[in-house]
């Protein structure tokens, strides 16, 4: 990858790494979390957060890089940041699996609490039913958010991509102007010393026949007015 002189892109894309590194040890510990319910909750929370400060990093590091005069490093720094967002959406995808599991385990917790009697208030089992059909409901829309906007992701690469191969006409044709310019300089060039060496010789022919017709020109006087010698 291209070396990036910007300290600013380097910290943003520092801080964008610290934040996602950060997300993925919530996560891991909503997958070992043994409950209870506020426990997890206080986690959801804390991931929360995260990926909103994620987010907004990563929408820093796109704004610094339509900031950059070089194309070049300005597709670099956005490649990075399109890596960044499909990054956080799989670690998106990863924490709703985890709640799952974190939730299935503590509503089986809580069903064992209920049948040996460990616990005072007994709740309905339908109300169990109905809390892991809410959960199941609540992850396929998660999941099929994290489609759509995976989705709009991969059609504005696309469109950067386009915008990039129309950038770069202008500089192929500008590249093959002056390569004909080139060519018709050095063709120029070829003629103007030719042009030299036959003006270089035009002038021996011209000083040739001049001297031929100043001799000539003597002869004759020379031949009138002495003409017995």
Same mark, same amino acid.
């Given at each position: 990858?291209?070396?990036?002189?910007?300290?600013?892109?380097?910290?943003?894309?520092?801080?964008?790494?610290?934040?996602?590194?950060?997300?993925?040890?919530?996560?891991?510990?909503?997958?070992?979390?043994?409950?209870?319910?506020?426990?997890? =909750? &206080? !986690?959801?929370?804390?991931?929360?957060?995260? /990926? *909103?400060?994620?987010?907004?990093?990563?929408?820093? #590091?796109?704004?610094?890089?339509?900031?950059?005069?070089?194309?070049?490093?300005?597709?670099?720094?956005?490649?990075?940041?399109?890596?960044?967002?499909?990054?956080?959406?799989?670690?998106?995808?990863?924490?709703?699996?985890?709640?799952?599991?974190?939730?299935?385990?503590?509503?089986?917790?809580?069903? =064992? &609490? !209920?049948?040996?009697?460990?616990?005072?208030? /007994? *709740?309905?089992?339908?109300?169990?039913?109905?809390? #892991?059909?809410?959960?199941?409901?609540?992850?396929?829309?998660?999941?099929?958010?994290?489609?759509?906007?995976?989705?709009?992701?991969?059609?504005?690469?696309?469109?950067?991509?386009?915008?990039?191969?129309?950038?770069?006409?202008?500089?192929?044709?500008?590249?093959?102007?002056?390569?004909?310019?080139?060519?018709?300089?050095?063709?120029?060039?070829?003629?103007?010393?030719?042009?030299?060496?036959?003006?270089?010789?035009?002038?021996?022919?011209?000083?040739?026949?001049?001297?031929?017709?100043?001799?000539?020109?003597?002869?004759?006087?020379?031949?009138?007015?002495?003409?017995?010698?």
């Amino acid at each position: 990858m291209a070396v990036v002189p910007d300290i600013g892109v380097r910290i943003c894309s520092q801080e964008i790494i610290k934040n996602d590194l950060q997300l993925k040890a919530l996560i891991q510990d909503i997958r070992d979390c043994p409950g209870p319910q506020h426990i997890l =909750d &206080e !986690l959801n929370f804390k991931v929360k957060d995260k /990926v *909103r400060h994620l987010r907004r990093r990563i929408q820093d #590091l796109e704004q610094l890089a339509k900031e950059q005069d070089s194309e070049t490093i300005k597709t670099v720094i956005l490649c990075e940041a399109d890596g960044h967002r499909k990054q956080m959406l799989s670690n998106q995808a990863m924490w709703r699996k985890a709640n799952l599991a974190c939730k299935l385990l503590i509503d089986s917790m809580e069903r =064992d &609490e !209920l049948l040996s009697g460990e616990i005072s208030t /007994v *709740r309905p089992r339908n109300a169990t039913k109905e809390s #892991l059909v809410h959960t199941y409901s609540d992850i396929t829309e998660s999941l099929m958010s994290i489609n759509r906007v995976m989705s709009q992701q991969v059609q504005q690469s696309e469109g950067t991509v386009k915008s990039l191969v129309i950038s770069s006409r202008p500089i192929l044709e500008t590249s093959e102007e002056f390569k004909a310019l080139n060519g018709a300089i050095h063709l120029g060039r070829k003629l103007i010393l030719k042009y030299k060496r036959r003006e270089v010789t035009d002038k021996l022919l011209i000083f040739l026949a001049l001297g031929l017709f100043l001799a000539t020109v003597v002869y004759i006087f020379k031949k009138r007015i002495f003409p017995f010698r």
